[in-house]
């Protein structure tokens, strides 16, 4: 599975949007962008995914390049809950039944108000 | 809304106690977990069920087993707690095949072993 990068730490003021980058130049044709976030002692949770059009749901939404050598999750107006650490992944969907999540060091998004 | 379930936030065993974690969830998914979570190793699979009564083992099953009696419940059983298996331990649920990196994570009960 392709390698992601993400910076390791951001500030978001409350009401703004918070943008989350994530690269993953290696990224291949058949690989998902997912992301998941944590809350501090609590379980994760997952957001979004997408394969090369732009997503959005009620949480986020996704912006994956033209390219898909990187994306973006947008949380279009903060707050104090969405602090959090943010997990950006790419896997594949492979024919079995199941697959294993795996975090990287992820962003950990602030909120301050 | 998916709902996943843990019997415990926070529990402390002695060493040498059967140690059991309930996990339940009420979305009929097919798929369910059991990781755990330790601070400079992430997201580790200790045992994974796809169907009643069925498991396969994850990456770190020594000194666990699990039990799926129905679908919407599975349990961790740690046979003779240690204190190396003090942990955060995360129940998750997903539906089978293409959507099964689609997890939804349980809120994890905190073990200590003394």
């Known amino acids: 599975d392709a390698k992601t990068t993400q910076p390791p730490s951001m500030d978001c003021a409350e009401g703004r949007a918070a943008n989350l980058p994530c690269n993953h130049s290696?990224?291949?044709?058949?690989?998902?962008v997912y992301w998941y976030r944590q809350i501090h002692s609590q379980g994760p949770q997952y957001i979004i995914h997408g394969l090369k059009n732009n997503e959005t749901n009620e949480m986020a939404s996704l912006i994956i390049t033209e390219d898909r050598k990187s994306s973006t999750l947008i949380l279009p107006h903060a707050t104090l809950r969405d602090t959090a650490v943010y997990y950006c992944i790419v896997r594949v969907e492979r024919g079995t039944s199941y697959d294993k999540v795996i975090f990287g060091p992820g962003t950990s998004l602030s909120v301050i108000p | 809304d998916v709902k996943v379930t843990q019997s415990s936030r926070y529990l402390v065993k002695r060493t040498g106690e059967k140690v059991f974690l309930e996990c339940v969830q009420d979305?009929?998914?097919?798929?369910m977990f059991w990781y755990r979570q330790d601070p400079g190793l992430g997201l580790r699979l200790i045992y994974f069920?796809?169907?009643?009564?069925?498991?396969e083992k994850g990456d770190i099953p020594e000194g666990y087993s699990v039990s799926r009696e129905k679908k919407e419940r599975f349990s961790l059983i740690l046979e003779s707690a240690s204190t190396n298996q003090t942990s955060m331990y995360l129940c998750?649920?997903?539906?089978?095949?293409?959507?099964?990196?689609?997890?939804?994570f349980g809120p994890g009960t905190r073990l200590t072993v003394t």
């Open positions: 069920s796809y169907d009643v009564k069925m498991k």
């Open positions: 290696t990224i291949s044709g058949n690989e998902y």
């Open positions: 979305m009929d998914h097919e798929n």
């Open positions: 998750a649920s997903s539906v089978p095949g293409q959507r099964s990196y689609e997890q939804y």
